[in-house]
């Protein structure tokens, strides 16, 4: 088992710009040989400047027409269309502007009839696995120190399913709502199982209020408590994040992104 990767940059631009650098390597080179790319995404204010940077490199030439997607989760009782969904964030924020089949978009339901959501999540789970895997998970942290929305409680091995939002979730989703109580109470995520098949996993992290979950993902006991502590035992994850995300974490030099900090255990091998 090797420990993540921490790499801090000097900006979200920056580290965005490195990021969005592999993920075109990855999807050039599948093109290359006449295989698709298969992406898990994320929503919420961190990719976005990702997002900017992958819509920048297509109009200058790149292609997403061997790109597969899955997004990491929805908002049970929003339909597509509905301001606040992830279906509306993914189009507005980056399928809009790129030149990915809609045929290969997939995000969860957020209308089901209750009787159907099982079998739902059983889908999207064997539609992964049809499309050969996640070759790439992005993910952000959430207060609770959730991937996905694997809010604590979360078992290391679930999969995609129905969940129950954290308040502290909710009321941190409270202002695009415009209120906690208009935040949907329930959601389908992928589970913490799901993400960590993923081939290659980044975090994004920016500014100093995500310091302190940062750190304790990274340091702090792997515990259905915080699932992105799961990270620590994933072969191949790294962690890009800005000096505020990284603010609570000790440093020693290292050979990545612009300037870089290793919090002493991560550094430890195996
Ligand atoms: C989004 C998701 C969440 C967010 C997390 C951070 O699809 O699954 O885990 O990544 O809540 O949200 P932001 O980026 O808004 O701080």
Redo the contacts with the bound molecule.
């Keep these: 088992m090797s420990a993540p990767s921490i790499c801090v940059f000097d900006s979200a631009e920056v580290a965005v710009r490195e990021l969005a650098g592999e993920l075109s390597e990855l999807i050039r080179s599948r093109a290359a040989e006449g295989r698709m790319a298969v992406l898990g995404l994320?929503?919420?204010?961190?990719?976005l400047p990702l997002y900017q940077e992958l819509s920048r490199l297509h109009h200058q030439g790149l292609s997403f027409a061997n790109v597969i997607s899955f997004?990491?989760?929805e908002y049970l009782g929003l339909a597509r269309d509905h301001a606040e969904s992830?279906w509306t964030f993914m189009h507005r924020n980056l399928f809009d502007h790129i030149d990915m089949p809609e045929s290969n978009i997939h995000l969860p339901s957020g209308v089901l009839p209750e009787a159907a959501i099982p079998a739902h999540c059983t889908e999207y789970e064997a539609r992964i696995r049809d499309a050969g895997g996640l070759d790439f998970q992005l993910?952000?942290?959430?207060?609770t120190g959730?991937?996905?929305?694997n809010e604590p409680g979360s078992p290391r091995d679930s999969r995609t399913r129905r969940v129950l939002l954290d308040e502290m979730?909710r009321c941190?989703a409270a202002p695009a709502f415009g209120g906690v109580c208009q935040v949907p109470t329930q959601a389908i995520?992928m589970g913490c199982g799901t993400i960590l098949e993923a081939r290659r996993i980044v975090l994004l992290a920016w500014g100093e209020r995500?310091a302190a979950i940062v750190n304790t993902a990274l340091n702090g006991p792997l515990t259905e408590q915080v699932s992105a502590s799961f990270l620590q035992e994933h072969p191949n994850t790294s962690f890009y994040l800005d000096h505020g995300a990284a603010s609570a974490l000790e440093s020693v030099p290292s050979p990545c992104g612009s300037t870089v900090t290793l919090p002493r255990r991560a550094c430890v091998p195996g």
């Design positions: 994320a929503t919420g204010a961190t990719p997004n990491l989760d992830y993910l952000g942290i959430g207060g959730h991937i996905g929305f979730t941190d995520t995500k």
